[in-house]
C-alpha cells in the first residue's frame, strides 16, 4: 500500500507534493485533502471522494494545472483571463490567438467553457472549419460542435384501433326507474 499524505489546499487552489504544485478544484481551497503518491500518477482524495488525478512530475518546484479547475473562477473574473497562470500553462498560443478575435475577455472565458466541456483540439478544428475569420463569434463556434439532431421519421401506423360502441341501455332503463339488474 502506498502512502496517504493529509495537505492543506491553498488559496491558490494548489497543493504540494514532493516538491511540486497539482492544482485541485476551487471549491478546495483550505480544505485538508488526502494526497496518494503512486509511481507514475499522483491522486487528490476529499472525504474519499477523488477530486483530481496528475501524471506523476519528478522534477521540482513545477507546477500543474487543470483548466477545469479554474474556469468556475475565472467567468466570475473574465478580466483576468488572459494573465491567469492556469490559462497561459493549459491553453496553446494558438487558442489564445483565436481568443483574442472575438470582442474581449468575456469572449475568451467563453471560449475556455468551451474547450472545458468538449476539448481544445475540437474547438480549434470548429474554428478552422468555420470560414469566417472577421466576425468570429462564440456562438458561431459553439453550434459547429454541437451535432446535428438526426431526422425522426415518423413511425407509421398499421393497423387502426377499433373502439366498440357502448351498450347503454342497461343505463337507461335504471335512469327510468326499472328494477331491472345490471
Known amino acids: 500500500m502506498f502512502p496517504l499524505f493529509i495537505y492543506k489546499v491553498d488559496t491558490f487552489s494548489t497543493v504540494k507534493f514532493d516538491y511540486n504544485y497539482y492544482s485541485v478544484p476551487i471549491n478546495y481551497v483550505g480544505k485538508d485533502i488526502s494526497i496518494k503518491g503512486f509511481g507514475n500518477e ?3 482524495i476529499h ?3 477523488q477530486i483530481a488525478e496528475y501524471p506523476r ?3 521540482r518546484g513545477d507546477t500543474k494545472y487543470k483548466l477545469e479547475h479554474y474556469i468556475d473562477l475565472i ?3 473574465p478580466r483576468s483571463v488572459f494573465n491567469a497562470k492556469p490559462v497561459k500553462s493549459t491553453v496553446s498560443s494558438q487558442l489564445l490567438e483565436i ?9 475568451m472565458v467563453k471560449l475556455l467553457r468551451l474547450c472545458v466541456d468538449y476539448g481544445e483540439d475540437k474547438v480549434i478544428a470548429a ?3 468555420l470560414k469566417v475569420r472577421q466576425d468570429l463569434s462564440i456562438e458561431l463556434v459553439r453550434s459547429s460542435l454541437i451535432p446535428p ?3 425522426i421519421k415518423p413511425i407509421p401506423l398499421t393497423n387502426e384501433i377499433k373502439v366498440q360502441t357502448a351498450k347503454l341501455s342497461q343505463y337507461d332503463q335504471l335512469i327510468k326507474g326499472e328494477d331491472k339488474a345490471i
Open 47 to 49: 472525504k474519499r471522494v
Open 75 to 77: 467567468e466570475r473574473r
Open 99 to 107: 481568443g483574442k478575435q472575438p470582442s474581449g475577455p468575456k469572449d
Open 127 to 129: 474554428v478552422e472549419g
Open 42 to 44: 499522483v491522486v487528490m
Open 149 to 151: 439532431v438526426p431526422d
Open 57 to 59: 512530475c519528478y522534477g
